[in-house]
């Protein structure tokens, strides 16, 4: 289980996210306005990387929005993702720390699998050594198999799409064999109440996630935030 530590951090995380979050394909805003609206985490199994779903509410345009973000809290920069760096921060316990769009974070895309196959589990966002029950994971499809592994990334204005591979006849999870093409889509812009269309469809749907946050005005939301479908060729 993550450890939460009461301290503080330098910049803080809103900070950092006010800074990347403009020349994100899929943020409508240009000036972000920021308040933390929940989240949750998930476990490296390794206790090396900190996993953190954000959701931050950006009031800064007309309308207030919703936005998801994950990242993952490094010890040292990861190899090959300096496009995936939203910044450094100084931890009071922890020291320097290098923090990155989950997205693109090989630690987080394998948790996230996992915890849509039912092997992990959602945590409290801030307190340590706590289940989150209201983040779902739903499998329509029934089952997921073992040996999902992501094989790429792809940020677009409507989202983020991890290509996922099965692990075929190998079931090795290294994606070299021989089973069929997923996509896992991250939502990025939340949308409350949402949580079923065509997205939820069992027919393409092979799972996909639910959780809360909270509303600008007030109040509470529920709806999407990833979906796992077959890859459409």
Do not use: C
Request: glycine share 14%.
């Amino acid at each position: 289980m993550a450890v939460i530590h009461e301290t503080t951090v330098t910049p803080t995380k809103l900070e950092l996210l006010a800074a990347w979050l403009p020349g994100r394909p899929w943020y409508a805003g240009s000036a972000p306005d920021l308040e933390r609206a929940g989240g949750f985490r998930l476990d490296d199994p390794d206790g090396e990387v900190g996993i953190e779903f954000m959701v931050v509410n950006d009031s800064a345009g007309g309308e207030p929005v919703s936005y998801l973000v994950p990242v993952a809290y490094r010890g040292a920069p990861l190899d090959g993702a300096e496009d995936a760096l939203v910044g450094t921060m100084e931890h009071g316990v922890l020291g320097k720390r290098w923090v990155y769009d989950g997205a693109h974070d090989p630690v987080v895309q394998a948790q996230l699998l996992a915890f849509l196959a039912g092997r992990a589990e959602p945590q409290a966002q801030s307190v340590s050594d706590t289940p989150d029950p209201s983040v779902v994971a739903h499998t329509p499809g029934g089952a997921l198999p073992a040996g999902l592994a992501a094989t790429g990334v792809a940020d677009g204005p409507d989202g983020t799409d991890v290509s996922v591979r099965e692990g075929g006849a190998d079931g090795n999870g290294s994606g070299d064999g021989d089973g069929g093409e997923l996509t896992l889509k991250l939502v990025r812009v939340l949308q409350g109440e949402r949580q079923t269309g065509p997205e939820t469809d069992p027919a393409t749907t092979r799972a996909y996630a639910t959780a809360d946050w909270n509303l600008p005005a007030g109040g509470r939301a529920r709806g999407l935030i990833a979906m796992l479908r077959d890859a459409i060729r």
